[in-house]
């Protein structure tokens, strides 16, 4: 299996407090996951974020399909960062970083997403044709919609 690596960066205006806040709550991947995904998150959330969490959501990452998927909350440090990573769902592997970080203009977000495909050299033509680019359209997505709420 190879892996594949994105990393996204960006600065928000806002407090690390406010953006821990928004950023470790499930509820509020909805915001930031763009309309025809038909993203839904299956699991009750109540209180906090915490590591070794489950969330269940449906999704149609492509073609209109739609996947089960299972992520599970597997490390965080309140205010620095958090990792999830998939249980079951359409990759192989995935894991991704939300790291936050507090600067002079408020806070730097990056995100380190690493994942896998099944099925060998398809999963990785496939990831060539189409894959990579539609994980790169859905940060890009989130990029625009976050400086949409949160505007400089």
Known sequence: MKTHTLI???ELPISLELAWDFFS???????????????????KLDGEM??????????KPLLNIPMAWTTEITHIKKGEYFIDEQRFG??????????????????????KL?????????????????????????????YDKLNELFPK
């Open 8 to 10: 996204t960066q960006q």
């Open 25 to 43: 709550s499930p509820a509020n991947l909805n915001k930031i996951t763009p309309k025809d995904m038909s993203f839904e998150i299956k699991t």
């Open 50 to 59: 915490y590591a070794g969490m489950l969330i269940d959501y449906t999704v």
């Open 114 to 142: 690493l994942y896998g495909l099944s099925f060998g050299v398809i999963g990785n033509a496939l990831n060539s044709l189409f894959i990579s680019k539609r994980i790169q359209e859905i940060f890009d997505f989130r």
């Open 90 to 111: 359409p990759y192989k592997l995935w894991h991704h970083e939300h790291h936050f970080e507090k600067t002079d203009k408020g806070v730097l977000m990056t995100d």
